[in-house]
């Protein structure tokens, strides 16, 4: 039934549940990495027309974001809002169907670095996804919003940097992007207004939609690493044969995503022509990745094999880093990390280098 969840862990709905007594709630969650998933069966049902409430709540404060929430999978209806992130970061709203709330379906609130994906939010009486109050850098694809009221998606004036691609959107009217720098969303192919390559918001700097993502084929599905690629999404990923970087940018495989898993199977190669990053996790001082992990992979003929900037709490191990022209791997202001069972050799500079790193 409804509840709070006060320690971490992985909890299954499976049947229908309603707020009961005087609670117009249902689940609030009030510590980090806990994973919420439901069955076909699970379903969220505000009480018998109250529209009060939360369906789903992530009570975190000023002084202590949550992280690592993971909502997969629910039905939810009749609360205020559907699902409501306060002060949760680096967590993932995925393949929810969150609609008939009196005010919002998806509402985040000075919550940064989430992925709300392919989702379907609809008939909210109010907003179907709203981001507010400092809400930044999240990425939102892949999903379905039609008849929510006011807008599909507003995005306060305070949040920023902001984006997403192949969202089926009803009423391209209907969505607002504020005026912080660089949000952007994108349509797929048959929405109003727009094609495959058809995006709205700021495009400061930018020449085109496929020049910085949006749209194309550079938002890549977890699966399987055919090619140097920029991985913007969590999850699982493997390389099961030698690719070989062109040159073209700073690196051959970049993570810009928490929560990313690389692993190569015997024939996984990533080989370089003496310049550039083999492997690069990219944060920033302000938006540090956590969760990154690389394994077995045999990387080569780089500047630096591998190379985290601004990246916590990951692992890197049984890779074999070898003959690359400056350091094997490298950490710059990233720290809590494993480096365990690798074979460094033949680099010629440094091995192992941390920098600015705990």
């Given at each position: 039934?409804?509840?709070e969840?006060t320690?971490?862990g992985s909890y299954t709905?499976?049947?229908?549940?309603?707020?009961e007594?005087?609670?117009?709630?249902c689940?609030k969650?009030?510590?980090s990495?806990?994973?919420i998933?439901c069955?076909?069966?699970?379903?969220i049902?505000?009480?018998?027309?109250?529209?009060?409430?939360?369906?789903i709540?992530?009570e975190?404060?000023?002084s202590n974001?949550?992280?690592?929430?993971?909502i997969?999978?629910c039905?939810?209806?009749g609360?205020?809002d559907g699902?409501?992130?306060?002060?949760?970061?680096?967590s993932?709203?995925?393949?929810?169907?969150?609609?008939?709330?009196?005010?919002?379906?998806?509402?985040?609130?000075?919550s940064s670095?989430n992925t709300?994906?392919?989702?379907?939010?609809t008939?909210?009486s109010?907003r179907g996804?709203?981001?507010?109050?400092?809400s930044?850098?999240n990425?939102?694809?892949e999903?379905?919003l039609?008849?929510?009221?006011?807008?599909e998606i507003?995005?306060?004036?305070?949040?920023?940097g902001n984006t997403g691609?192949?969202?089926d959107?009803g009423d391209?009217?209907?969505?607002?992007?504020?005026?912080?720098?660089g949000?952007?969303?994108?349509?797929k192919?048959g929405?109003?207004?727009g094609?495959s390559?058809?995006?709205?918001?700021d495009?400061?700097?930018?020449?085109?939609?496929?020049?910085f993502?949006?749209?194309d084929?550079?938002i890549?599905?977890?699966?399987?690493i055919?090619?140097?690629?920029?991985?913007t999404?969590?999850?699982?990923?493997t390389?099961s044969?030698?690719?070989?970087?062109?040159?073209s940018?700073?690196?051959?495989i970049k993570?810009?995503?928490?929560?990313v898993?690389?692993?190569?199977?015997?024939?996984g190669?990533i080989?370089?022509?003496?310049?550039?990053?083999?492997i690069?996790?990219e944060g920033?001082?302000?938006?540090?990745?956590?969760?990154?992990?690389?394994?077995?992979?045999?990387?080569s003929?780089?500047?630096y094999?591998i190379?985290?900037?601004?990246?916590?709490?990951?692992?890197?191990?049984k890779n074999t880093?070898?003959?690359?022209?400056y350091?094997?791997?490298y950490l710059?202001?990233?720290?809590?990390?494993t480096?365990?069972?690798n074979t460094?050799?033949?680099?010629?500079?440094?091995?192992?280098?941390?920098s600015?790193s705990?």
């Amino acid at each position: 039934g409804c509840m709070e969840i006060t320690k971490p862990g992985s909890y299954t709905l499976s049947k229908e549940i309603t707020p009961e007594g005087s609670s117009s709630s249902c689940i609030k969650i009030k510590s980090s990495d806990v994973k919420i998933s439901c069955t076909s069966n699970g379903k969220i049902k505000g009480s018998e027309g109250s529209g009060k409430g939360y369906g789903i709540y992530t009570e975190g404060s000023l002084s202590n974001h949550l992280e690592g929430i993971e909502i997969t999978g629910c039905d939810i209806s009749g609360f205020g809002d559907g699902i409501d992130f306060n002060y949760a970061d680096k967590s993932h709203i995925s393949k929810n169907t969150v609609h008939d709330n009196s005010y919002y379906g998806i509402y985040l609130y000075e919550s940064s670095s989430n992925t709300i994906t392919a989702n379907t939010v609809t008939g909210n009486s109010d907003r179907g996804i709203l981001l507010s109050y400092s809400s930044s850098n999240n990425i939102i694809s892949e999903n379905t919003l039609k008849d929510n009221k006011d807008y599909e998606i507003r995005f306060t004036d305070s949040s920023k940097g902001n984006t997403g691609c192949f969202n089926d959107i009803g009423d391209i009217t209907k969505v607002h992007l504020g005026t912080g720098l660089g949000n952007y969303i994108g349509v797929k192919e048959g929405d109003q207004c727009g094609d495959s390559k058809t995006c709205y918001g700021d495009m400061t700097g930018k020449t085109s939609c496929d020049a910085f993502g949006c749209c194309d084929n550079s938002i890549v599905e977890p699966g399987t690493i055919n090619g140097c690629m920029e991985i913007t999404k969590p999850g699982s990923y493997t390389l099961s044969k030698e690719i070989t970087h062109d040159g073209s940018s700073d690196s051959c495989i970049k993570i810009k995503s928490s929560d990313v898993k690389i692993s190569c199977t015997s024939e996984g190669k990533i080989k370089g022509s003496r310049y550039d990053i083999g492997i690069y996790a990219e944060g920033s001082s302000s938006n540090h990745l956590e969760g990154i992990e690389i394994t077995g992979c045999d990387i080569s003929g780089f500047e630096y094999g591998i190379d985290f900037y601004c990246a916590d709490k990951s692992h890197i191990s049984k890779n074999t880093v070898h003959d690359n022209s400056y350091y094997g791997i490298y950490l710059y202001e990233s720290s809590s990390n494993t480096i365990t069972a690798n074979t460094v050799t033949g680099n010629s500079d440094r091995g192992i280098l941390l920098s600015y790193s705990s």
